[in-house]
């Protein structure tokens, strides 16, 4: 059974800084691209940020680039996302994903984990 899995989330000040951690199992994720996005209540859900299969290509939504990085584990069944500077429109709840085809649109993940809830006070 294939699951992602997110943790990391909470409560934090604007300008604070988290890392979202997502793990996946059963399966490999070798050949996957594995990315983020994020849905804020009474919103769709958006990308934030993705990788490569191979973890050297990234790329981000214009609100996170330059705040937030992106980054897989060695064994590439992990990925990460360190968030800096964070803002009260960040809030959202965080999703993991991956997929092997396309770019940034939810349609091109395969695979999601459950969540995990950002919270930015001001």
């Known amino acids: 059974q294939v699951q992602l899995v997110e943790s990391g989330g909470g409560l934090v000040q604007a300008g604070g800084s988290l890392r979202l951690s997502c793990a996946a199992s059963g399966r490999t994720f070798i050949n996957y691209r594995m990315g983020w996005f994020r849905q804020a209540p009474g919103k769709e859900r958006e990308f934030v940020a993705a990788t490569s299969s191979g973890g050297t290509i990234t790329y981000y939504a214009d609100s996170v680039k330059g705040r937030f990085t992106i980054s897989r584990g060695d064994t590439k069944n992990s990925v990460y996302l360190q968030m800096n500077s964070l803002k009260p429109e960040d809030t959202a709840v965080y999703y993991c994903?991956?997929?092997?085809?396309?770019?940034?649109?939810?349609?091109?993940?395969?695979?999601w984990g459950q969540g995990t809830q950002v919270t930015v006070s001001s």
């Open positions: 994903a991956a997929g092997q085809f396309g770019r940034d649109s939810p349609r091109d993940f395969s695979f």
